[in-house]
């Protein structure tokens, strides 16, 4: 049945293609004749512009193709002739709804044969396109969301690779257009020929102005399309499939144009709709890699700085790895030594830039700064997991042949810390000076309207660069034991823990960041004794305790527990630091804190339930080792004042190891699923507080 249904339909549309065949080859010289017939009217006697849409209307609704084809001709010379009927909605919609959708899509396939010319075969396809681009990309309003519009996208695709240049510009405009809405794009994205429109990209790498317009139609299809869609199990492979083709089909000439589309689309992009081992990514690092050196590098720099964001584990090792088609410079030295070089530069050169702050010329060059900086940052990571000899897992663009080789020797390597170094200590001073105009008023810490301002889309920019910049500096500071420099960052304490302690929604972001740089800062003297200055012990202290008050133990408080965790590591480096001395009073309000951060569910919680408690379960231990050092550095006099809530953290942290079992093979029956660090920690907390006297009355742990 479904085989003689097919027949049929494909009976019906030879039968209405034969339609065509039967209009006059004088058709195009028809409407030559109009033409002129209406351009001698208009000197001689102006026409009425909706007296003659009438009459179009009436040959469009014939029966006959000719009639019909007579309409559309007449339609679009009115429409060209007459201004002032593009603003009537009304005329323009009684129009469209006019035009014959099948009549179109036979004009669309109209073949050369014996009775009909390539000349003349090509002036209907051109007569249907420029109709559909009329109505649609001028009126996108009322026409390319409809199912008119959206139906000829299949019947477009078919003739987009042989069409002249003026109809293949009209056709990649119609699906731009069309692809500007989410229903539009899912269905030039979803089209079943959607294939074949990617396949053009190469065939117009000497045509620039179609380069743009299709890899412009397939962003737009793409990062338009709704995540959640009837179509999505189909949207990711389709992804996959266009990126994979782009990539293995680029000229070398399309290279820029293609890395700023893919930039624009990953920005965009759900992460849902992108793999998480793409097999177009390795092809995507190797011609990166053949680039990174070549200017302008801007689309280079900002398309690695966005997959690295993606794909922060695998693509580290594909963009530094020394094995992987190392490209060597003329002077014999790894390109991604050259690729760092250029990029450092570029940060110096933009430094005065970032300085005078963002306006309508430098706009663009500082997303390429913050990118140059998250590269950086990157790459700082990349070398310590070589030296930590932490590798990246194996996955799927990874070579198991060619194993992670370090790309550097130790005098390459030596000069890129001394130009990193460099580059820090820049941005060091344009910390001081940039941030200070915009968080200061006369010494008074004030929340400039370009930070505090959320709908701002220069506030957005001014803290993209601000953030990458900070980053980039903790990790190094952290990193690199280089004393000089962290005592040159000890200068901007007070701005980095104003900062922090900022509290508006988009200052919350720059607190992790900060808090690695601090880790880094306090390994000198100065650091702490500027960090103890600027008041950082209760800026960092306040936040600890919003953290810990919280009684949410959903997923997303993950990423507090564990900023939690690292301001206890900032604070307990303090009070170990040589220059602290004994614990201060107002620091012992933390060991109150610990007891109250202990908040874990009841006993009938079964083993393996949601790890946000283990996380909470981390950051109560870690408070609670940090009040034990406190404990143990006051003064006699403090520690006694301190020993009833010592007491009560004894209690509590002989609980967690009761409830989750003290050892792996004892027989107890665990109510929680602690890691082993967990335990280790708790262990280390009662031993701790015995030593003080603390339980000593208690059962043996």
């Known amino acids: 049945m479904a085989s003689q249904a097919s027949r049929q339909a494909q009976d019906l549309r030879q039968d209405q ?159 731009l257009t069309v692809a500007s809405t989410p229903t539009g794009s899912t269905a030039v994205l979803c089209a079943k020929r959607w294939a074949h429109l990617v396949d053009i990209v190469p065939r117009t790498s000497e045509e620039v102005q179609h380069t743009h317009l299709a890899m412009d139609v397939i962003k737009f299809a793409i990062v338009n399309t709704p995540s959640q869609t009837p179509q999505m199990p189909n949207v990711q492979q389709i992804v996959n499939e266009t990126l994979s083709s782009l990539i293995s089909s680029c000229k070398e000439n399309q290279c820029r144009l293609l890395f700023q589309m893919l930039h624009d689309i990953f920005s965009r992009l759900p992460l849902s709709v992108i793999s998480p081992s793409p097999l177009w990514l390795n092809p995507l690092a190797i011609l990166i890699r053949q680039h990174c050196l070549n200017r302008p590098i801007e689309s280079t720099v900002l398309l690695a700085a966005s997959l690295l964001h993606i794909f922060p584990t695998e693509f580290p090792n594909l963009l530094f790895n020394g094995s992987l088609m190392p490209i060597v410079t003329q002077d014999s030295k790894p390109g991604s030594y050259a690729f760092m070089k250029l990029l450092i530069a570029e940060i110096q050169d933009a430094i005065p830039i970032v300085r005078v702050g963002i306006n309508s010329q430098n706009s663009s060059k500082l997303d390429v700064v913050a990118a140059c900086y998250d590269i950086i940052s990157a790459f700082i990571g990349f070398l310590i997991h070589f030296i930590g000899e932490e590798y990246p897992p194996l996955g799927v663009n990874r070579d198991i042949n060619h194993p992670p080789q370090f790309p550097f020797t130790p005098s390459l390597l030596l000069q890129l810390r001394l130009d990193i170094s460099d580059v820090m200590s820049l941005t060091i001073e344009n910390f001081r000076t940039h941030l200070e105009n915009i968080l200061y008023d006369n010494d008074r810490l004030v929340i400039a309207p370009s930070l505090s301002q959320t709908t701002s889309s220069t506030t957005i920019q001014q803290n993209t660069v601000a953030l990458s910049q900070i980053r980039a500096l903790a990790l190094w500071l952290r990193e690199d034991d280089n004393e000089a420099l962290r005592k040159k960052a000890a200068s901007i304490a007070k701005i980095l823990l104003d900062l922090y302690g900022a509290g508006i929604d988009q200052m919350l972001q720059f607190r992790s960041p900060i808090l690695i740089a601090w880790e880094g800062i306090i390994n000198v003297p100065e650091g702490v004794e500027a960090f103890l200055a600027a008041d950082g012990w209760r800026v960092l202290s306040t936040d600890l305790q919003a953290i810990l008050a919280s009684s949410s133990d959903s997923e997303d408080k993950g990423a507090s527990f564990a900023r939690g965790i690292d301001i206890v590591r900032v604070l307990l480096n303090v009070v170990e630091s040589d220059v602290v001395g004994p614990s201060k009073v107002e620091w012992m309000s933390v060991v109150e804190l610990a007891t109250t951060s202990y908040a874990f569910p009841s006993s009938s919680a079964a083993v393996g339930q949601p790890a946000s408690p283990i996380n909470r379960a981390d950051l109560f231990i870690a408070t609670a080792q940090l009040a034990v050092e406190l404990i143990a550095r006051a003064p006699r006099n403090v520690r006694r004042r301190s020993m009833s809530a010592a007491r009560k953290l004894f209690q509590q942290v002989n609980n967690v190891l009761s409830q989750a079992g003290q050892d792996d093979g004892d027989d107890n029956v665990r109510v929680w699923e602690i890691s082993r660090d967990v335990r280790d920690g708790a262990k280390e907390v009662v031993m701790a507080l015995r030593e003080l006297g603390v339980g000593c009355e208690e059962e043996t742990v």
């Open 17 to 175: 293609d034969q339609n065509l065949e039967h209009m006059p080859k004088q058709i195009p010289e028809q409407m030559q004749t109009h033409g002129q017939g209406q351009a001698r009217g208009k000197a001689e006697e102006p026409r009425d512009p909706v007296r003659s849409l009438d009459q179009a209307i009436v040959f469009l609704k014939a029966v006959d193709d000719t009639s019909r084809f007579v309409g559309l001709a007449l339609l679009k010379s009115i429409l060209d002739n007459h201004a002032s009927l593009l603003g009537n909605t009304e005329v323009i919609k009684r129009c469209w709804a006019a035009i014959p959708a099948k009549f179109i899509d036979r004009l669309l396939r109209a073949p050369k044969n014996k009775e009909r010319s390539e000349e003349e075969s090509v002036s209907m396809v051109e007569l249907a396109v420029a109709v559909l681009h009329a109505f649609i990309v001028l009126f996108p309003t009322d026409v390319s969301d409809d199912g008119k519009s959206l139906g000829r996208i299949e019947g477009l695709i078919d003739i987009l690779a042989w069409s002249p240049p003026h109809t293949r510009t009209q056709i990649l405009e119609i699906f």
